[in-house]
């Protein structure tokens, strides 16, 4: 099968199979959605969202958390992974946002990898979720989902897959496609065990023939 048969496959069924696919992290504003897919960095959206509640009733704006100490940030994220630079982190992210945007998270994907803690991906996720912009995030299910099905083949690092789905998948598909995949990622194609058995796209999927042929 041709590259561009898959992705019309691949497409089509997750318009079909989840035509409404969002983040699953709780947030009010797209601050606040920055705090939390910063906090989401090899950390389940659950856990952060047992977190966030407390964290934005005290800190719901910039100008709120820019006011706050590292220490009083870390009391109320302690629970999640690596605490103690996420606190660093979004104490100065905070700062910065009200030093140089007044307050404003910015939508321009390079303007905020310039935020402390802000790499690509979480730029990536925050220029799609809240500005909807072409974008396309690769997290640990992105990359491990595309190179299973066969979207992308050998790619060694997260922007070699960005790049590639990019490439493929038309600009006002990108961010719901980016979380077509992830969804796919966490709940059906897991890591250690895919459920091929709950999945509609063993037919074409890379991975599933080369079990198949393992087997026989």
């Known amino acids: 099968m041709k590259k561009a048969e898959l992705y019309k496959c691949v497409i089509e069924y997750f318009e079909q199979a989840m035509p409404v696919a969002e983040t699953e992290l709780h947030y009010g504003s797209p601050f606040q959605l920055l705090v939390a897919v910063v906090l989401s960095a090899q950390c389940t959206d659950k856990r952060v969202n047992m977190v966030t509640p407390a964290l934005f009733a005290a800190y719901p704006t910039a100008e709120r958390m820019a006011k706050a100490s590292e220490d009083q940030i870390f009391d109320y994220i302690h629970s999640v992974s690596y605490p103690h630079n996420k606190s660093s982190h979004l104490v100065g992210l905070a700062k910065m946002l009200v030093e140089e945007y007044g307050g404003v998270v910015p939508s321009d994907i390079d303007q905020l990898q310039r935020l402390p ?3 690509r991906k979480t730029a990536n996720v ?54 077509w995949l992830i969804l796919h990622g966490r709940y059906v194609c897991q890591a250690r065990r895919p459920h091929c058995e709950k999945c509609g796209l063993t037919e074409v999927c890379r991975y599933r023939k080369e079990v198949n042929r393992d087997i026989h």
């Open 117 to 119: 803690g802000v790499g």
């Open 126 to 179: 925050v220029a799609a979720v809240v500005f909807d912009q072409p974008a396309m995030p690769v997290d640990t299910h992105v990359f491990r989902v595309a190179n299973r099905i066969g979207l992308t083949v050998n790619s060694k690092t997260p922007l070699q897959t960005e790049r590639e789905l990019v490439k493929h998948i038309a600009p006002e598909l990108l961010p719901k496609a980016h979380h």
